[in-house]
């Protein structure tokens, strides 16, 4: 359905890169007018002319707007740019995100509110602005990326697992309370992707093995696996599914989460995994 998305207005977190970008690269071969929102202007621009040269005809299509989605007036205001003059957002993507990894013994207060704002605070923000004007506007789609960590636990990851379990249970109650007005949500819990943010995981080879005998389909996703079920779950084909928690990881759902503690010994000593713990 070459043109599906056509007329359709989508708005994207986190959209200057990575899994962000493939999903506005999908909506938008799809006929749809994408709007990138992230803090740095720079990864913006450049995410927005890879865009335009990879997508002939797509000019004037793409916008971006510079801001911090854990700030509620930048969401409101990123949400009224996406629309434009006449437009009607249908479309919203919840992709800005940061990893985090410390034992929860050894959790700092100030790294697991940093993780939960950039996750949790801008993923609520997003459904509560984008939801509500969705819900006014007659109906749509709104979608969530959370993770693997969100299905099964990540030892020495607790803090960034919490963040995309609650970011689940955001898109199955959004769903139940705004099904009646038309809006459909739902989200995509990717495995190990290739992207910058998981490049550590990638180059440990003790930590790509054990990810990948917890595969049944052993292999690393690409942003484009996640852009494609993303741009599924928000179109026109899945207009009776919603409040899901779609995992594509190569089935690792199916087994365990990784086997993270080589990296909690180098950054926490073997105490922090094997103890004996400090009182």
Not at 30 to 42: F, H, I, Q, S, Y
Not at 248 to 259: E, K
């Amino acid at each position: 359905m070459a043109e599906a998305l056509a007329g359709h207005y989508a708005l994207i977190t986190g959209g200057g890169s990575g899994i962000g970008l493939a999903c506005a690269r999908h909506l938008l071969r799809d006929g749809a007018t994408v709007t990138l929102l992230g803090r740095d202007e720079g990864r913006l621009g450049a995410g927005a002319q890879s865009l335009l040269d990879a997508i002939p005809g797509a000019e004037g299509r793409v916008r971006t707007f510079a801001g911090d989605t854990a700030e509620e007036s930048t969401m409101a205001e990123a949400i009224a740019a996406a629309e434009g003059p006449g437009g009607i957002l249908q479309i919203a993507v919840a992709s800005a995100g940061t990893g985090g990894l410390a034992p929860l013994t050894h959790q700092s207060l100030e790294d697991f509110d940093r993780v939960m704002r950039t996750n949790l605070t801008g993923t609520f923000l997003l459904l509560k602005h984008a939801g509500k004007r969705i819900a006014a506007s007659g109906g749509g789609a709104v979608c969530a990326i959370s993770s693997i960590a969100g299905v099964r636990t990540h030892r020495y990851g607790g803090t960034y697992a919490a963040s995309k379990a609650a970011i689940d249970m955001l898109i199955r109650t959004l769903a139940d309370e705004l099904g009646h007005a038309g809006v459909r949500a739902n989200s995509v819990c990717p495995g190990l992707v290739e992207t910058d943010l998981s490049q550590g995981l990638q180059d440990s080879p003790e930590v790509l093995a054990d990810y990948l005998a917890c595969m049944p389909i052993a292999r690393t996703g690409t942003v484009d696996d996640i852009g494609a079920a993303v741009r599924f779950l928000c179109g026109p084909e899945a207009s009776w599914i919603t409040g899901v928690n779609l995992s594509v990881d190569g089935g690792q759902h199916l087994r365990r989460g990784p086997d993270w503690s080589s990296f909690a010994r180098m950054a926490f000593g073997d105490a922090s995994v094997d103890g004996p713990y400090d009182r």
